[in-house]
């Protein structure tokens, strides 16, 4: 936990970059508002994760595509490569639920309440929310060790958070329909072992990453 709070300490000090990933986000929800007025429950959740998505990947990501190859040597000797990829993975998940909360007040408030399916909705966005970030960061961490990392991010991440987003957007399709919980707990559930995997495989690339 004490990494947990560091890395947490390190995005707090950064604050100029929290707001803007929050004002990015609060531009993209007015883009869509005003574009589209009176936004169908059908298209709500595709908006939504496309939205989220575009606004928020520099502002999970960036923890490792700003580390240069010396710090690999540092936090080598201070603690494991699970230990530090797991607090890396806890810190960018907070990071994403804070931004999808923000994006998802905002977004509810433009274009209307979704009624009964808000809290199931909401649900869905935490879990789908977490899988992102957890591939935006095992990604970066894979990117970071090239020349190039911020033109590779995008090429590594988006074939992997392509069949989460559309999973999750499913689900919440059927969570902001008001359908109720049966409606989209098996998807919930695939998201769920999708994200175990992806935290599972990211421990095992992490050794390698870390001895290079």
Known sequence: MELVKFFLKE?????????????????????????????????????FWLVV???????????????????????????????????????????????TLFAFVVFTTMHGNLGEGALDFFLVTIITGIGIASIFTISSSIASKTDSPGVL???????????????????????????GFSSYIFELGLLMMMNLLIIALGLMLMKFIWKE
């Open 11 to 47: 995005e707090w000090k950064g604050k100029h970059a929290l707001v803007s990933a929050f004002l990015h986000i609060f531009t993209a929800v007015l883009i869509t508002y005003l574009s589209l007025p009176g936004l169908e429950k059908a298209l709500f959740s595709s908006v």
């Open 53 to 99: 998505i575009f606004t928020t990947i520099q502002g999970v990501s960036k923890a490792f595509i700003q580390m240069r190859k010396g710090n690999f040597y540092y936090w080598h000797q201070m603690c494991t490569p699970a230990q530090y990829l797991g607090a890396r993975l806890i810190s960018s998940c907070i990071l994403m639920l804070a931004f």
């Open 153 to 179: 991010l995008p090429v590594l991440s988006f074939p992997v958070i392509l069949p989460v987003l559309l999973i999750g957007i499913k689900a919440g399709k059927n969570a902001a329909d008001g359908l």
